[in-house]
């Protein structure tokens, strides 16, 4: 009896982690677009601290990230437990969050001039070089910014994940969700140190003595920043197309729409099935552009009009 509950009790646990590998699966690409900008963002977060520190500062991001979600996912299985009903209307307010945060990136150069940007640049500069500055309160900034960033996103990972387990059992959301965390946090973090440290791999291979070693440290150091663009291209563009997706799902009448376009852009020959797949991808981004600009919009005059009444004598 004792071993034929053991074999049964195995038997479960298979089945359980079997459920939970295919829904981690299903919930890892649901936030792959955040994960993307969470990466291009922690990354430019650890910037302009020093060589040496570096990797330091990017193990006390994760230090704070793995807090953050000691955090979010027990909030995240309340949620699911007692107030189900909030998931959807927090997977829109999270939408709508990511499609301004990115409408906002895009608006950067137009609201701050050039010379701001190169003040605040050479503000960097001057605290990293300068030995009178405390580098250790410098340095706490910079990860507290950081944590604050991993938050925001943080949450909206563990709200898409959840998303995507509302038949699911109590247990397997224990699971999957302490698993999405888990890998989410090795997964960016580690890819981050790997970035920022990139420039100094390639530095180290130039002064090798094989000519293929220093060529490729050549071209590490010189791939190193475009890299680095290249992730906050795809971030901002990952949040328009996972916000803008959260928001016309929410939106049967838009969603119903998008599909119907898709399916007409189905019928075009020969390019028919690739149009089908892309359309929807393309119109969920569109709709985040939209969506982030009138969030801004709205978000503007709110600040002027309270600065305004802020103003007014008496």
Request: charged share 15%.
């Amino acid at each position: 009896m004792a071993g034929s509950n053991l074999l049964t009790l195995i038997d479960d646990i298979a089945s359980l982690l079997d459920d939970v590998a295919a829904m981690t699966k299903v919930a890892t690409q649901k936030t792959a677009g955040v994960l993307g900008d969470d990466l291009a963002l922690n990354a430019q977060q650890v910037a302009g601290v020093t060589v040496d520190r570096e990797l330091p500062v990017v193990f006390a991001v994760a230090k704070g990230s793995l807090v953050n979600k000691a955090i979010l996912v027990p909030a995240a299985l309340a949620i699911s437990t007692f107030i189900p009903w909030a998931i959807i209307p927090l997977l829109m307010v999270g939408g709508a969050f990511l499609c301004f945060e990115g409408f906002e990136k895009l608006a950067h150069k137009f609201l701050h001039n050039k010379a701001e940007d190169e003040a605040h640049h050479g503000e960097l500069v001057k605290a990293v070089a300068d030995p009178a500055v405390d580098l250790v309160a410098f340095e706490k900034a910079k990860i507290q910014g950081a944590i604050r960033t991993d938050f925001i996103l943080s949450a909206e990972i563990v709200v898409i994940s959840l998303g995507t387990l509302v038949n699911a059992t109590f247990g397997q959301r224990v699971a999957v969700l302490i698993g999405i965390a888990i890998i989410m946090t090795v997964g960016v973090y580690g890819l981050v140190a790997g970035i920022v440290k990139l420039d100094d791999a390639g530095l180290y291979l130039t002064q090798k003595k094989g000519s293929f070693q220093r060529t490729l440290g050549r071209g590490l150091l010189v791939a190193s920043p475009y890299l680095m663009k290249g992730l906050s291209i795809a971030g901002t563009a990952a949040m328009f197309m996972v916000g803008g997706g959260i928001l016309t799902h929410g939106i049967p009448p838009l969603h119903h729409l998008i599909e119907g376009i898709a399916h007409g852009a189905g019928n075009v020959p020969g390019v028919g099935g690739v149009l089908q797949a892309v359309v929807p991808t393309i119109m969920d981004a569109l709709s985040g552009i939209v969506a982030g600009a009138l969030i801004l919009l709205a978000v503007m005059a709110g600040k002027r009009a309270y600065q305004a009444l802020r103003s007014k004598p008496g």
